[in-house]
């Protein structure tokens, strides 16, 4: 079955830290995607980056970026310079074959609070 | 501009009422899907639907009814069964199939029961 695991409940920093945010995911299958969200406090889910199983590249946009290592698992977000705005709950999810249809995975999300 | 519509906004609802919160995408998408969110926790799985006229129940359907009578349109009704109903409801779409594609999400429902 497929899991999807973010092991940080909530982390604090002060505005212009750097801070990773973790997910390990598992699945039996060979082609999977996976997201990142952000839910910021209106509530909304607002999408940030897919990442397919065949493209360990990483990604960077801004100051996100992103590292996948099928090696471990996992799809880390790091947030450089860190900014009040980025306040939010962080989601991480999988998609494949495994599930029915096009159905979402979801991590337990990771509260993420910017401190000024 | 396509994307999904929840309303209301905000909803009140007296105990042993039922009341439904309503989705409706223009995106054209085959599945719907609803979650229920509660205050630090992740999403919770209610229903979910991938064609008209069929339904299947998430983790935590009990308390919870929903309809699939338009491709557009996937109703949520909270029931009076539902002992625990205030939370954060929120309502996404999907293609059938497209494992990339990931979720749009609406901007969801949050209700209260007083």
């Known amino acids: 079955a497929q899991k999807v695991t973010q092991a940080q409940t909530e982390i604090s920093v002060v505005e212009k830290e750097d801070v990773t945010l973790d997910c390990v995911y598992e699945t039996r299958d060979t082609t999977y995607y996976l997201f990142w969200y952000k839910q910021p406090p209106s509530g909304e889910l607002v999408f940030l980056i897919r990442r397919n199983s065949f493209d360990e590249q990483n990604e960077i946009s801004g100051r996100y970026s992103w590292n996948f290592q099928k090696s471990t698992s996992s799809f880390n977000f790091t947030i450089t310079a860190s900014q009040v705005v980025d306040s939010a709950v962080y989601f991480c999810?999988?998609?494949?074959?495994?599930?029915?249809?096009?159905?979402?995975?979801f991590g337990e999300g990771t509260q993420l609070t910017v401190n000024p | 501009d396509g994307g999904i519509t929840q309303s209301p906004k905000y909803l009140f609802r007296k105990e042993g009422q039922n009341v439904t919160l309503s989705c409706e995408q223009n995106l054209n998408h085959d599945a719907m899907y609803w979650y229920r969110q509660d205050p630090g926790q992740g999403l919770r799985l209610i229903y979910y639907?991938?064609?008209?006229?069929?339904?299947q129940k998430g983790d935590i359907a009990e308390g919870y009814s929903v309809s699939r009578e338009k491709k557009e349109s996937f109703p949520l009704t909270v029931t009076s069964a539902q002992k625990n109903p205030t939370a954060f409801y929120l309502c996404a779409s999907s293609i059938l199939g497209i494992i990339n594609y990931g979720y749009t999400f609406g901007s969801g429902t949050r209700l209260t029961v007083v």
């Open positions: 999810a999988l998609s494949s074959q495994e599930t029915s249809g096009s159905r979402l995975t």
């Open positions: 639907s991938q064609i008209v006229n069929d339904f």
